[in-house]
């Protein structure tokens, strides 16, 4: 692990789940690094450079070679320095692994910005519904574990971060009662012990900024009916 | 490895069954084939994939797995011959992030191309070629994706290519340039002539009558 001559370099933006994902995987490793953050309504050629095909963050470039899409930097960073282990060693577990977070992605990030971010009140109703379906799919998959990866948190708890800080900034915002200890009692006891993590703490964003942010968002959604 | 159980579920029609089988074969592992009547599905298939409920699972001594992408990372670190991944990071690393951006990008796109109408469709084919045009920069000017050798992300998206030339010829439009796309045309050409990938293709006029049935089942449902 020669840390000296690594160049680390982390394109972002203050407040996205998707950047906060390999901010947490960087701590765990302990591997320092730049951090550039981006202004979305203006993005840099450093940003367009380094991510052509989409043009959002996060991007993560180590020694010029730059990766984007969060789950593939943080399968990267977990390959690269190989201590605190993210994915387990077993391939069945890894697969797992794998499976739940990319579940994530597809079925709960995008309902759960829509149970809240929509105007239309009979569409916004199916994404609470769908919400509700696929956090009960990862109530049933967490049992009785302390995190998705067992006794330290892994792919999925760091993939999870979306549930644990975001959704419940939304919900406040929206007045919605999706994700609370009464529906999802062991995932948001999950949830707890995930946001309250030292090596997580550090690399959540401070939480009145990102409520106000997105309480404007929500607010400029509602004035546009 | 004696006395090991494994099944492959899928469907014939099924590009991503298609991806798990091409992984196996390359790499000489046996296994069961259980094809699925997705209009009826098994009791098996409810039970080993009850979050998608789609194929291609696979069932290794008992253990389901689903999702195609996932299913390959596992048969490439399970069974070590004939690597899929490159064991560098970064080489991974792109391997992974042009598979995901076919299944997000260009496979939605074509399919709005093959299932809509009018404007939406010539908007979609639109986004459709732009997807491939971007997709054939990860080629990087090697023989196959995977450089002198196909791999992970040669196995994961060569079937867009036989799929896209389907749906070209169904709807008449063009997505694929031969002369814009020269290089990504040439790949296809490359992959689906090699011998192991020929092999478990379904036959052309088979996919050909199976997806013009279902072109006409999307389009008159949306009049």
Redo the contacts between chains.
């Keep these: 692990m020669a840390a000296s001559q690594e160049e680390v370099t982390l394109l972002g933006v203050t407040g996205s789940a998707f950047v906060c994902r390999v901010q947490i995987a960087l701590k765990l490793k302990g591997v320092e690094y730049k951090y550039v953050e981006e202004n979305l309504g203006n993005k840099s050629d450093l940003l367009l450079k380094y991510n052509p095909v989409y043009k959002k963050v996060p991007v993560f470039v180590h020694n010029e070679k730059p990766i984007p899409e969060s789950l593939v930097i943080v399968e990267y960073i977990d390959e690269t320095w190989k201590h605190n282990p993210i994915l387990p060693s077993d391939p069945y577990q890894r697969a797992l692994a794998r499976f739940w977070s990319k579940f994530i992605d597809d079925r709960v990030v995008g309902a759960a910005w829509k149970a809240v971010y929509t105007v239309d009140e009979e569409e916004r109703e199916k994404n609470v519904e769908e919400s509700f379906e696929a956090l009960q799919f990862l109530e049933n998959e967490l049992k009785d574990k302390k995190f998705f990866g067992g006794e330290e948190f892994g792919l999925v708890d760091i993939a999870a971060v979306y549930i644990a800080f975001w959704i419940p900034i939304f919900q406040e915002i929206g007045g919605l009662e999706l994700f609370t200890s009464e529906n999802f009692p062991k995932l948001y006891k999950w949830s707890q012990e995930f946001v309250n993590h030292p090596v997580v703490k550090e690399s959540l964003p401070p939480r009145d900024p990102v409520f106000a942010f997105l309480k404007r968002r929500y607010e400029s959604l509602s004035a546009s009916k | 490895m004696a006395g090991e159980s494994l099944t492959l579920i899928g469907f014939w029609g099924s590009p991503f069954a298609l991806r798990v089988k091409w992984a196996l074969e390359l790499k000489g592992i046996r296994y069961q084939y259980v094809e699925e009547d997705l209009s009826n599905k098994s009791a098996m298939l409810l039970q080993y994939n009850p979050?998608y409920k789609k194929v291609p699972v696979l069932v290794?001594d008992g253990?389901p797995?689903?999702?195609s992408?996932?299913?390959l990372?596992?048969i490439d670190?399970?069974w070590e011959q004939n690597p899929l991944l490159s064991h560098d990071?970064?080489e991974?690393?792109?391997a992974?992030?042009w598979s995901?951006?076919v299944d997000e990008k260009c496979v939605p796109a074509v399919m709005a191309t093959f299932s809509k109408g009018g404007e939406e469709q010539q908007k979609a084919a639109q986004e459709a070629r732009e997807n491939l045009k971007?997709l054939e920069g990860g080629i990087e000017g090697k023989r196959y994706f995977g450089g002198e050798n196909i791999g992970f992300a040669d196995i994961a998206i060569g079937w867009l290519g036989y799929w896209v030339r389907i749906v070209e010829e169904i709807v008449g439009i063009n997505l694929i340039d031969k002369e814009l796309m020269a290089k990504l045309d040439a790949w296809i050409d490359d992959f689906l002539e090699l011998p192991v990938i020929k092999e478990c293709m379904p036959p052309r006029d088979k996919l050909l009558n199976h997806n013009k049935a279902f072109h006409k089942l999307l389009t008159s449902s949306s009049t």
Excluded: Q
Aim: no cysteine; charged share 35%; net charge positive.
């Design positions: 979050v290794h253990k797995l689903a999702e992408l996932v299913i990372e596992y670190e399970t990071p970064y991974k690393a792109k992974r992030f995901r951006f971007t």
